[in-house]
């Protein structure tokens, strides 16, 4: 039976992907940092590697046997300098390993805006990749996820007291998906054969602006929940006072002005792909766990 590889199970898409796969008995492989985070996956049946994404001996081993791979760039700390420094040892480290076994697919986690060269903060981290691993012989498919839903989670608390902050004015609409859609989505492309590189972009059921998360989440916290909006140019500011890097801050402030701007979009709006779960039971998923 095929070996899948599958990376960040200990977050969020890995181990919807992990574990989807495993639901229908397919053979996994986990790659984790440490020993102790791979304990559950073991007894759930799944071999377990372990190691760092940015060492090639570690990544090489694991994909060693492996028909196809789950693989992404770790997200920052939010504390973290030499953002584009780290990335790019990811990513030599994929170029330098991927074409070395008998992989005959990889899926990496990218980003919708990908396509763009600058202007898009932390995205660009996403673009660099895409560019160096178009370059191998494996087929990749880039999965372009939206803005993800749980990116709201660092305001559930000011929710439960009835104000949504954000830096996106409350009207805006934009594409956001929750990550259970993303790792069904990855999970399903993992067991497909492509034979050349490709692009799949992929957003939740429907876009929403800031005024209906605030919706759902009054009517998941059972309080009414108002959305109130701040000026993007001040959020690189804002963000260093709740400890985030300069550098850090800065991104994201960019990021956040190419998806108003419209400069962060996908590339071919016409076959986007919508995942399933609505927006209401992504947020009350993430109320129950917060």
């Given at each position: 039976?095929?070996?899948?590889?599958?990376?960040?199970?200990?977050?969020r898409?890995?181990?919807?992907?992990?574990?989807?796969?495993?639901?229908q008995?397919q053979?996994?492989?986990?790659?984790?940092?440490?020993?102790?985070?791979?304990?559950r996956?073991?007894?759930?049946?799944?071999?377990?590697?372990v190691?760092?994404?940015?060492?090639?001996?570690?990544?090489?081993?694991?994909?060693?046997?492996?028909?196809a791979a789950?693989?992404?760039?770790?997200?920052?700390?939010h504390?973290?300098?030499?953002?584009?420094?780290r990335v790019?040892k990811?990513?030599d480290?994929?170029?330098?390993?991927?074409?070395?076994?008998?992989?005959?697919?990889v899926?990496?986690?990218?980003s919708?805006?990908?396509?763009?060269?600058?202007?898009?903060g932390?995205?660009?981290a996403?673009?660099?990749a895409?560019?160096?691993l178009v370059?191998?012989?494996?087929?990749?498919?880039?999965?372009?996820?939206?803005s993800?839903?749980?990116?709201w989670?660092?305001?559930?608390?000011?929710?439960?007291g009835?104000?949504?902050?954000?830096?996106?004015?409350?009207?805006?609409?934009?594409?956001?998906?929750?990550?259970?859609?993303?790792g069904?989505?990855?999970a399903s492309?993992l067991?497909?054969?492509p034979?050349?590189h490709?692009?799949?972009?992929l957003?939740?059921?429907?876009d929403?602006?800031?005024?209906?998360?605030?919706?759902?989440?009054?009517?998941?916290?059972?309080?009414?929940?108002?959305?109130?909006?701040?000026p993007?140019a001040?959020?690189?500011?804002a963000?260093?006072q709740f400890?985030?890097?300069?550098e850090?801050?800065?991104?994201?402030q960019?990021l956040?002005?190419?998806?108003v701007?419209?400069?962060v979009?996908?590339?071919?709006?016409?076959?986007v792909?919508r995942?399933?779960?609505p927006?209401e039971?992504?947020?009350?998923?993430?109320?129950?766990?917060s």
């Amino acid at each position: 039976m095929p070996t899948t590889l599958v990376a960040g199970v200990s977050g969020r898409t890995g181990a919807v992907v992990a574990q989807l796969l495993l639901d229908q008995k397919q053979k996994v492989r986990v790659l984790v940092h440490e020993a102790a985070k791979g304990e559950r996956w073991k007894k759930r049946g799944a071999e377990v590697a372990v190691g760092s994404l940015d060492d090639a001996h570690a990544v090489a081993a694991a994909i060693r046997g492996a028909d196809a791979a789950y693989l992404l760039v770790p997200a920052p700390l939010h504390t973290a300098t030499g953002f584009f420094q780290r990335v790019q040892k990811f990513i030599d480290t994929y170029a330098r390993t991927l074409d070395g076994g008998h992989l005959k697919q990889v899926v990496l986690l990218s980003s919708v805006g990908a396509q763009v060269k600058e202007g898009t903060g932390v995205v660009r981290a996403l673009h660099l990749a895409e560019k160096a691993l178009v370059g191998l012989k494996v087929p990749c498919t880039f999965l372009r996820a939206c803005s993800f839903v749980e990116n709201w989670g660092g305001m559930l608390q000011a929710a439960k007291g009835g104000q949504l902050p954000t830096f996106v004015p409350v009207d805006f609409k934009y594409p956001q998906v929750g990550t259970h859609d993303i790792g069904a989505a990855a999970a399903s492309l993992l067991v497909e054969h492509p034979k050349a590189h490709r692009v799949v972009e992929l957003a939740g059921p429907v876009d929403a602006t800031p005024n209906d998360v605030a919706a759902a989440l009054g009517k998941v916290l059972g309080n009414e929940v108002k959305a109130v909006s701040q000026p993007v140019a001040q959020m690189a500011t804002a963000l260093q006072q709740f400890g985030f890097s300069a550098e850090m801050a800065g991104l994201f402030q960019e990021l956040t002005e190419g998806i108003v701007a419209r400069r962060v979009v996908f590339e071919h709006p016409e076959t986007v792909r919508r995942g399933k779960e609505p927006l209401e039971t992504t947020l009350r998923g993430m109320v129950q766990k917060s």
